[in-house]
């Protein structure tokens, strides 16, 4: 198929990774700060076409992973509240809260839909105008503009059954706190290509110069990921750390103005406990006060809940980078996409969920 | 017996009404009108509290599936459809010749009679196209809000001729995996419709009847060890639930499975997985090595199974349960296994 198998080509990958060996003196280890990279990564056993002394690490980029359980426990007692339509992306319902999840909220009664699009939630508050529909916003930079629109013609329609649940993202903030963790030892990153397509490359280069670390915004694809490893090798190697661009065919320098246009007309930035991490200062995005009217924390008065996740569960440390799915003592045993600890296990761009689904055989 | 499609509806109602399941007149003109003229032979038409068939085989193959399907009409077929070729398909696995079939029917009260009589008429279709037919049934409807239009349930029987013997059990080391046409296509045609996805061309379901290649390959006399056709949880699980069942493992290379340019697209823009999607007019043949070529050569003459490719082999099992693993594009293996709950899209 056009645009994937150019990038799948065996001979090329094998020709990129003898780059990546002639370019490695000592032991590098490089972050692919992306959930659906992880993914791609260990599917196609990309790691294991690198040099050993090749370390990559898994990120925070899943955003599923990095909702807060009191989000997901907020989000069920909305969806059971009496009249309510809980509209979520599919990614989401697995995902434990910390009684239960969506799934559970669905199969006890509570109308819960998955949707492909926010728009698709405001469609189905159009459809059903006795029903308050909710939307549960969570994401990156990258879902960000179309939860934007959405927001933006809720209020236009004077939508009053409609309302967001917004637990937003933003990446650059994560790779700071990242890189302030003593634990977490990262040389070079990836970033997450789709991110740097709606915001660009700028908010990089601050990161990049301060921590001195390279920065190469990347693809998806195998042969994306090899020469993101690649160039970050060059310049670690070299001793430069620049922000650069893999990515070039998705990615402009300032990203899509009218997508970040319309991601700061509604939202503003926030502070956002990550799931696993905690606080973050400045790290998510939050409703302005001229959409107050469309925030469910309001409308249905959601007050501040505590919960604590289970000491068990390692995702935290996973999603720092410190540690790997395997690392983990209930990986595969106690915590299975069955019956998983915690979101990393479920989530499609979850690194435990990676892991377990391509476990190597005879691993 | 065919049905034209411009047929006029011959029942009173617009729509269905309780009463309509409920033993009296109306039950008895929407069975009249409706299902025996659709389903009309010999053995229906005697109108008994059972079918009384004559057996032709010394052993019956006998199964029984539920349809909940939503929607009830998709780009290439239908629930009925669905409900004949499905559980005609699961005769067929067991190297069966399909015979007869029952259908039951949960209808929701308001549901069209227009819908009904098409999908009636979709079924008599497909039973003619199978050289089966439905001898008894039953109807039942519940209350407006209780269904979802349709619920079906089909149970058949067939004659397994004497000497034929398929199934897991038979799977050795050393077999040969093949697998009659391309994956996902089901899946993703009831998918887009659910969603609303435009793909840029009109991807049809695969639902299919597999008798005429299974029939070919028992009258051959070829050495099939076990048949299976793929379902919900697609290609890859059905193999993990042979692999398990027989206690082997097997590996398939990934790029040799066709996959529909339309399905690939839609799968790397939702996150799914193609060998994990549904299907329902597709099966994998596992076959001795020595009949392997001329088994694919069977195949690939009948058209529901032009397609058909050699996939990979069964070789002992390494650990304590037979596993499944598909060799990647670049040259990687990873592990393929029953699919994890619902495939859901994701969200970036």
Redesign the interface.
């Known amino acids: 198929m056009k645009l994937v198998d150019e990038f799948r080509d065996p001979a090329l990958a094998r020709r990129c990774a003898e780059s990546i060996a002639r370019a490695v003196t000592r032991p590098w280890r490089i972050m692919e700060v992306c959930g659906g990279q992880t993914h791609s990564i260990v599917r196609f056993g990309i790691d294991q076409l690198l040099p050993d002394a090749v370390t990559l690490i898994h990120g925070p980029g899943c955003p599923v992973c990095v909702t807060p359980l009191e989000m997901i426990d907020r989000a069920i007692a909305v969806a059971e509240r009496p009249g309510v339509t809980l509209c979520s992306f599919g990614d989401m319902l697995r995902v434990p809260g910390s009684r239960s999840d969506l799934f559970g909220a669905k199969s006890r009664g509570a109308d819960v839909r998955v949707v492909y699009s926010p728009l698709d939630a405001l469609a189905v508050a159009r459809e059903n105008p006795e029903r308050q529909v909710v939307f549960f916003a969570v994401g990156f930079e990258t879902t960000a503009p179309a939860i934007a629109m959405c927001a933006h013609l809720a209020l236009r329609e004077g939508a009053k059954n409609f309302s967001l649940l917004v637990s937003h993202v933003l990446v650059p903030p994560a790779l700071l706190a990242i890189l302030s963790d003593p634990e977490a030892r990262v040389d070079a990153f990836l970033a997450a290509g789709h991110v740097c397509t709606v915001m660009g490359l700028d908010e990089y280069r601050p990161i990049a110069a301060q921590y001195r670390v390279p920065i190469v915004a990347t693809g998806f694809e195998p042969l994306d990921l090899l020469q993101g490893i690649l160039m970050c090798i060059e310049q670690l190697e070299s001793g430069r750390h620049e922000v650069e661009n893999q990515y070039a065919r998705s990615v402009a320098q300032h990203g899509n103005a009218e997508a970040r246009r319309m991601v700061e007309s509604v939202f503003e930035v926030v502070p956002r406990k990550w799931r696993g991490i905690g606080e973050i200062p400045e790290s998510g995005l939050g409703l302005r006060a001229e959409y107050h009217s469309l925030d469910a924390e309001r409308r249905f008065e959601l007050g501040d809940t505590h919960a604590e996740e289970p000491t068990e569960c390692h995702s935290g440390r996973i999603l720092r980078g410190v540690e790997k799915p395997a690392d983990c003592p209930a990986f595969g045993t106690r915590c299975t996409p069955e019956h998983p600890l915690g979101a990393t296990m479920v989530s499609s761009e979850g690194a435990c969920a990676a892991y377990f689904a391509y476990r190597r055989p005879g691993a | 017996m065919t049905l034209s499609p411009s047929c006029s509806v011959p029942v009173r109602h617009d729509t269905v009404q309780l009463a309509h399941g409920g033993g009296g007149r109306l039950m008895r003109e929407l069975i009249e009108q409706v299902f025996a003229a659709a389903f009309d032979n010999p053995v229906l038409a005697s109108r008994h509290d059972s079918a009384v068939v004559p057996v032709e085989a010394a052993r019956l193959a006998m199964t029984t599936d539920s349809y909940v399907v939503d929607p009830l009409f998709f780009p290439g077929g239908d629930i009925g459809k669905l409900a004949v070729f499905g559980t005609v398909n699961d005769l067929c696995m067991a190297g069966a010749e399909p015979a007869y079939l029952t259908a039951g029917f949960v209808l929701e009260e308001g549901l069209p009679i227009d819908s009904l009589v098409r999908i009636v008429r979709s079924m008599a279709e497909a039973c003619a196209e199978c050289g089966v037919a439905i001898v008894t049934g039953d109807t039942k409807v519940v209350d407006h809000g209780r269904g979802h239009g349709v619920y079906l349930n089909t149970a058949g029987v067939g004659w397994v001729r004497d000497r034929v013997d398929v199934g897991p059990a038979r799977i050795q080391p050393g077999d040969v995996v093949l697998l009659s046409g391309d994956v996902g296509r089901h899946g993703i045609a009831v998918m887009s419709v659910r969603?609303?996805?435009a793909l840029g061309t009109e991807l049809e379901s695969d639902c299919a009847p597999l008798v005429p290649p299974v029939r070919a390959l028992i009258d051959d006399g070829l050495d099939v060890h076990c048949l299976r056709d793929l379902t919900r949880g697609g290609l890859a699980s059905a193999l993990a639930e042979l692999a398990l069942d027989a206690g082997v493992d097997v590996e398939i290379d990934e790029a040799r499975v066709p996959v529909h340019?339309a399905v690939?697209?839609a799968s790397?823009l939702?996150?799914l997985d193609p060998l994990y999607i549904a299907n329902e007019g597709r099966m994998v043949v596992v076959v001795a090595p020595k009949d392997a070529a001329r088994a694919l050569g069977v195949l690939r003459a009948r058209p529901v199974s032009s397609g058909a490719v050699r996939i990979g082999s069964v070789s002992k099992k390494?650990?304590a349960q037979g596993?499944v693993?598909a060799r990647?594009?670049?040259?990687?293996?990873?592990?393929l296994?029953l699919q994890?709950?619902e495939q859901?899209?994701?969200?970036?």
């Not at chain 2, 990647?328 to 592990?335: C, E, I, K, Q, T």
Request: with cysteine; proline share 7%; glycine share 24%.
């Open positions: 969603s609303g996805l340019d690939r697209g790397e939702l996150g390494q650990g596993r693993s990647g594009a670049l040259g990687n293996l990873r592990p296994s994890s709950g859901l899209p994701r969200i970036c």
